[in-house]
């Protein structure tokens, strides 16, 4: 029989599937890393426009947080250097771990997303969007999102971004503004903007039409974020392309670039899904890996099932979205209370698994305890190759998954839930 093989964590799993099957790869094109991606960067930054704030004497820098598979190690460095090369002091530089509405970092958390250079050298805080003393409003969008934002983020004299693009679930796609916009936004700010995802228009690789994330476009303008480094990385994390510049050029000289590697077209809704969202950190947690469950209903069967493996060492990953999964009676009982309440951030989470798996046999592969699974209304697996066992042979049309939350499944079916 055929071995498949999808990320788990920090390592892989593999399965077979029998010699009859239909089955169908869906993930991104196969791209080799930059041969030398320190060159790649050292290009971009020179021919950015970096320079024209050159009489800048502060700087703030928002970076990603665990959750986000950014190389800090390669950008930050000669991104520094030439910060301190315009006559920016070391002591006059701010790195801002972006966390959105995520709890905020702990110190000695910080060298996970920072190197240790620079960890030693440069000042560097967490966001917390919860504690108004250390945000500042600016505004309003046009679409009634209220924005506030990081104080000392705001106050710099030269405001930048570092992230990666690639597809998001209802933004359309991560990168540019966003790592600012939303990572050091106050949480009224990200609950304003994340309640757009109930708009049929907020969608998984759509851009210029996404009420969501032009939002996001004129929440950045408001703050007036100067400078973005983002890069483009493979199915392995690692670099492919840089871009640095001004955000919105670059966002939208990234956008045709991410969908060539990370867009597949499919011709049919699949009977059996197998999924993973690609491994440590997009598992880290259940929060993050229900990304991957909302990528593949895309084309998965009303009826259909799918079989989602994220390890998630780190739990449900957020207290709100677990409280609303543990609480509700049923799945149906989750959208139903999120209609009736409305949007709030952590239960998101839990109406949007609601959202797509009430329909279809949904079944989890986790290091959760069994027992946390069963309470979430979710049906907890051990034994992955047992599983399939048992429903390969109903199953007429087969995919496997293994960069869910990266990729972009495109089909006419595709706006269907």
């Known amino acids: 029989m055929p071995n498949y093989s999808i990320p788990y964590g ?56 665990k959750t986000r598979p950014v190389p800090h190690d390669q950008l930050l460095p000669p991104l520094l250097k030439a910060l301190e090369t315009m006559g920016i002091a070391k002591e006059a530089i701010t790195l801002i771990i972006a966390t959105g509405a995520h709890p905020p970092m702990q110190e000695t958390q910080f060298s ?32 009634g999102t209220p924005v506030s934002v990081n104080r000392i983020y705001a106050e710099a004299d030269l405001r930048i971004v570092i992230g990666n693009v690639e597809p998001h679930q209802f933004q359309g796609f991560s990168g540019g503004v966003k790592s600012a916009a939303i990572g050091l936004a106050s949480r009224e700010t990200i609950e304003t903007n994340h309640a757009w995802m109930t708009d049929s228009r907020s969608r998984l690789g759509v851009f210029e039409s996404n009420p969501a994330r032009q939002d996001v476009e004129e ?9 973005a480094i983002n890069v483009i990385l493979n199915d392995k994390k690692e670099i492919l392309r840089v871009l640095a510049g001004d955000p919105t050029d670059v966002i939208t000289a990234a956008i045709p670039l991410v969908r060539e590697i990370y867009q597949v077209e499919v011709d049919h809704l699949y009977d059996l899904m197998i999924v993973s969202p690609g ?3 997009k598992d880290i947690n259940l929060y993050q890996a229900q990304k991957a469950l909302a990528h593949a ?79 979430m209304h979710l049906v907890p697996v051990t034994d992955l190759q047992s599983l399939l066992a048992n429903h390969i042979s109903t199953k007429e049309n087969i995919a496997v998954m293994p960069y869910a939350n990266a990729t972009i499944p495109q089909t006419n079916d595709t706006t269907r839930r």
């Open 10 to 65: 920090k390592r892989s799993l593999r399965f077979s599937l029998p010699d009859s099957a239909n089955v169908d790869v869906i993930a991104p094109q196969s791209a080799s890393a930059a041969e030398n991606p320190n060159e790649l960067i050292a290009s971009a930054l020179q021919d950015s426009n970096l320079a024209a704030f050159a009489n800048a004497e502060s700087a703030a820098i928002a970076i990603n947080d």
């Open 279 to 281: 491994g440590h950190p």
């Open 219 to 227: 929440i950045g303008g408001i703050i007036g974020i100067h400078f």
């Open 297 to 375: 209903a895309l084309v998965t069967q009303p009826e259909g099932t799918i079989i989602l493996a994220a390890a998630c060492p780190q739990g449900t990953g957020e207290e709100h979205f677990e409280e609303w999964m543990l609480d509700s009676p049923s799945l149906d009982a989750i959208g139903e209370r999120f209609r009736q309440e409305g949007f709030c951030l952590g239960p998101h989470k839990a109406y949007q698994i609601a959202r797509d798996a009430r329909d279809r046999s949904f079944f989890l592969l986790s290091d959760m305890p069994a027992s946390d699974v069963e309470r």
């Open 112 to 143: 996970q997303v920072v190197p240790a250079e620079v960890l030693s050298r440069y000042r560097v805080i967490s966001h917390d969007c919860d504690d108004a003393a250390k945000l500042i409003p600016l505004g309003e969008t046009m679409r």
